[in-house]
């Protein structure tokens, strides 16, 4: 039993001090958001929904996107994943839209900030494609091999 009381005490001790430590830690922070990630602004007028309903529910809707796109084949450019890429491309140095390997890229922004991993551009392209690059285009250079290897696949077993 004192065994018990002594892990409470200690438990409620450490809440104590994480709770301080996060008190001080927002108290100098609460009149300016300097300490907040500032995100790129988009190219458009305005976007697809009021930013601070994006920020909270982007998530959401591009994973109802995915699933309306995918699962159903309905495809619609609202909140469509390219249209977002499209419109918050970020330029380096060298004048061209970054990757999704620059710290710099929109998503990275606030993705890093949060310590939320971004797994979207594991298949999707990160930039913009280039003008006059025909649709998928982009999203398919240096695969050529794929085409050959799949229709091998398909062959050894029996289709």
């Not at 609460?30 to 982007?58: I, Y």
């Not at 710290?103 to 991993?117: K, L, Q, S």
């Amino acid at each position: 039993m004192a065994m018990m009381r002594a892990i409470i005490r200690n438990a409620a001790g450490f809440a104590t001090v994480v709770v301080v430590l996060v008190l001080s830690c927002v108290e100098g922070r609460s009149a300016d958001a300097s300490w907040m990630p500032k995100p790129a602004r988009g190219q458009g007028e305005k976007c697809v929904a009021q930013t601070d309903w994006m920020r909270r529910n982007h998530m959401i809707v591009l994973m109802h996107q995915r699933d309306g796109t995918v699962h159903d084949g309905i495809r619609t450019s609202r909140f469509s994943l390219k249209g977002c890429v499209d419109c918050h491309a970020v330029k380096g140095a060298d004048g061209k839209p970054v990757t999704i390997a620059s710290g710099d890229h929109f998503c990275r922004t606030c993705h890093d900030y949060a310590a939320v991993r971004v797994d979207c551009f594991e298949c999707h392209a990160s930039r913009p494609e280039p003008a006059g690059a025909s649709a998928g285009s982009a999203s398919f250079a240096g695969r050529e091999h794929d085409g050959a290897a799949l229709v091998q696949y398909l062959r050894s077993v029996g289709r």
